[in-house]
């Protein structure tokens, strides 16, 4: 596609339930991010993934959160047993390789959740 | 830690005045700067990066970007605002060559008063 996509724009989901965001990058960029976006807390790392290797978790703030990409393209961030903390925006950028020299990340336009 | 500060969480100048938002960051070494604009409701738009050579990095909508090692400081300055420049700024770092995540500042947001 033409820009990085994610899908739902927006989602309100009960405590407790499970959600899953899904994140479409620009087609052949083979590094892909998700960070979120909390009030007043700016830009917050998640996670990514490059290539066949293996992600770098680092971010993910519990073990409630994970993410896959499947085939190296579509990714889903899955957030089990949420709660009202985990409300944000989730942003995902992708790039066409890691982020150094000249590589640029390109950022889709978030998914709101809002935990109730 | 590494980190990158944005002192001002909110800024209002009048249209047709000058720019200036200020970014430290806190690193050994020399990362990769970038910053970032957001605005409502938008994913975040690439203004300018900067890398390597020249501190004066020109970016695009008029904005600039000056890197000084000496203060650890990467600014960025527009010399007349417009109102369509409200939004919010994020000042990023990159660090560790290929290490792939951007780490963020808690964003400016800036308000233009007609």
């Known amino acids: 596609g033409a820009g990085v996509s994610q899908s739902p724009s927006n989602k309100v989901t009960e405590k407790g339930k499970d959600v899953e965001l899904r994140c479409d990058p620009i087609?052949?960029?083979?590094?892909l991010y998700w960070y979120r976006q909390s009030l007043g807390q700016g830009l917050e790392f998640l996670i990514y993934f490059q290539g066949n290797s293996a992600p770098d978790k680092s971010g993910l703030p519990s073990d409630r959160f994970s993410a896959e990409r499947t085939g190296g393209s579509v990714s889903t961030l899955t957030i089990q047993r949420t709660q009202q903390e985990d409300s944000a925006v989730y942003l995902c950028a992708s790039s066409l390789y890691l982020i150094q020299g000249n590589t640029e990340a390109f950022f889709g336009q978030g998914t709101r959740l809002t935990v109730v | 830690a590494q980190s990158v500060t944005q002192p001002d969480i909110h800024i209002t100048v009048s249209e047709g005045a000058s720019l200036e938002l200020r970014c430290n960051y806190s690193y050994g070494a020399t990362p990769y700067l970038f910053w970032y604009v957001q605005s409502p409701g938008q994913g975040l738009q690439l203004l300018l990066k900067?890398?390597?050579?020249?501190?004066l990095v020109q970016g695009i909508k008029g904005f600039e970007a000056e890197f000084k090692r000496s203060q650890s400081s990467f600014n960025l300055r527009k010399p007349s605002v417009h109102w369509s420049d409200a939004a919010e700024y994020f000042c990023a770092a990159l660090v560790g060559g290929s290490q792939g995540n951007l780490i963020f500042g808690k964003g400016t947001k800036l308000s233009v008063k007609p």
């Open positions: 087609s052949g960029h083979t590094a």
């Open positions: 900067y890398f390597s050579g020249d501190t």
